[in-house]
Nanobody, 124 residues
Framework: QVQLVESGGGLVQAGGSLRLSCAAS????????MGWFRQAPGKERDFVAR????????KYADSVKGRFTISRDNAKNTLYLQMNSLKPDDTAVYYC?????????????????WGQGTQVTVSS
């Protein structure tokens, strides 16, 4: 099993920045791709970004391109999401997710492990 724990969420004004972290533990050698998803109240869980095991293949949702940067440090078993130029529409619970297969996927069903989520609130 793999355990994922997110941190770094909080309240920030529009235009500000936050950096989310996700620490992985357990059978980390089973992890291939890792990603970030977010879910606003009353809405579905949406894809934000994904990074491959090597870090060489990265995919972003159109809504965050140019503002968010995903990265991972395999030596530290940690995934990051640098969020700049935040907007009120970015307000959501952000979830870290990991795959036990090498599939470039934006749908939550292709992710096998999930963190508990961290709240990001952007005020206008």
């Amino acid at each position: 099993q793999v355990q994922l724990v997110e941190s770094g969420g909080g309240l920030v004004q529009a235009g500000g920045s936050l950096r989310l972290s996700c620490a992985a533990s357990g059978r980390t050698f089973d992890i291939y791709g890792m990603g970030w998803f977010r879910q606003a109240p009353g809405k579905e869980r949406d894809f934000v970004a994904r990074v491959s095991r090597s870090g060489g293949n990265i995919k972003y949702a159109d809504s965050v391109k140019g503002r968010f940067t995903i990265s991972r440090d395999n030596a530290k078993n940690t995934l990051y999401l640098q969020m700049n130029s935040l907007k009120p529409d970015d307000t959501a619970v952000y979830y870290c997710a990991a795959q036990s297969r090498s599939i470039v996927a934006v749908s939550p069903e292709f992710y096998d492990y999930w963190g508990q989520g961290t709240q990001v609130t952007v005020s206008s």
